[in-house]
C-alpha cells in the first residue's frame, strides 16, 4: 500500500514522522513499489538519521523510513548528490524519478 501524508509537517532528525496518512491508487503504488528493493545496503548500516544539508538552501529533501523486523528506521537525506555520499547517488536519482510520477 502507498500512502500520502496530509499533514505536511517537517520530519524531525531525532524520531520517525508521525502523520497523518490517506491512501494512494494502486496505480501509484505500482510506481513504487520495488523502492524498498533499491534501499542500499550502505544506507541500512548508516548510523546518522541526517545524511548532506538536507533543505539547507531551500532545496528540500526525502524522508525515508524503513521498518525491519517491527524497528522503524529513518533518515533525512539531501537532494543534492555533491552533499551525499556516492553509494546513495543513484537511489536519489531514483527516488526524484519516482516521486516525480505521482505527482
Keep these: 500500500m502507498l500512502q500520502e501524508d496530509t499533514q505536511d509537517t517537517y ?14 491508487s494502486p496505480a501509484d503504488y505500482t510506481l ?7 534501499v ?4 541500512l548500516r548508516e548510523k546518522s538519521t541526517v545524511i548532506g544539508s538536507p ?8 524522508y525515508v523510513e524503513v521498518t525491519q ?15 551525499l555520499p556516492a553509494y546513495l547517488h543513484a537511489f536519489v536519482d531514483t527516488l526524484e524519478v519516482r516521486l516525480d510520477k505521482l505527482q
Design 32 to 38: 513504487v513499489k520495488d523502492l524498498i528493493q533499491q
Design 40 to 43: 542500499p545496503a550502505d544506507l
Design 55 to 62: 533543505d539547507a538552501g531551500d532545496w528540500g529533501g526525502y
Design 69 to 83: 523486523a517491527g524497528q522503524r528506521r529513518f533518515w533525512l537525506i539531501d537532494t543534492q548528490k555533491r552533499n
Design 11 to 24: 520530519p524531525s532528525s531525532s524520531a520517525p514522522y508521525s502523520g497523518t496518512f490517506v491512501a494512494r
